[in-house]
């Protein structure tokens, strides 16, 4: 259930999507079959992402946000009620990982940017971090992948004004990694790069369709 604050904002999201970027959804499906815990992993190129992604979700969903965000007493309030969890880029705490596979485990759904940060031009780091595969094999949750493609236009890394632009969402397939979670021989460190390889392939490969 949307609180208020959040509720606002999905709203205004939503909103800014229809009337600023002509925002479409693709495969918006996979959204409403989501059951219980799930981790959304996207590509991230604009400040953008969090909220129009958020639009497009029928249920509240929680996301990073850089934990600079969180010093100013009004901007640290609205976060917080938009469900918003701080996060150092430069050097992730793992108590956040831990709330993170802790709200999976409560069966809530979570944004992750593997990449950690915002891409200059819209190009995929397809070396993401490897804190996602953590946060899989520990909440053994699937994976939703998704891309967004146009937001680095409508809003690009430091960029101050928004730009009228198209802007699309592709909603792919959940991933499912078992095979990988439950394999004993492998060794850590392998089975979580290997988990963020298969995200950031999944990842990339969506495309928007041809009409």
Known sequence: MMGFWYRIGHTIAKLLGKFMFSYR?????AFDAM?????????????LD??????????PIYYFARK???????SGYLFTRCNALPVNQDKPEI???????????????????????RSWDGVMNM?????????????????????????????PRGGKKLVRTPVQLVVGEPINFDDLVNDSA??????????????MEAIAALEVPVE
């Open 186 to 199: 492998m060794g850590t460190k392998e089975k979580y790069q290997l988990i963020v390889n298969r995200i």
């Open 50 to 59: 969090p909220p129009l992604i958020g639009s497009a979700i029928r249920t």
């Open 95 to 117: 108590s956040v990982l831990k709330q993170i596979i802790e709200l999976l485990k409560q069966e809530k759904q979570v944004l992750i940017f593997p990449e950690g940060e």
């Open 25 to 29: 959804v693709f495969n918006r499906e």
């Open 35 to 47: 059951d219980g815990g799930t981790i959304i992993a996207s590509n991230h190129v604009s400040f």
């Open 68 to 74: 600079t965000l969180f010093d100013h007493p009004v």
């Open 127 to 155: 070396e993401a971090q490897p804190g996602i595969g953590m946060i899989v094999a520990k909440s053994k949750k699937p994976v939703l992948p998704i891309r967004i493609f146009g937001a680095e236009k409508a809003l």
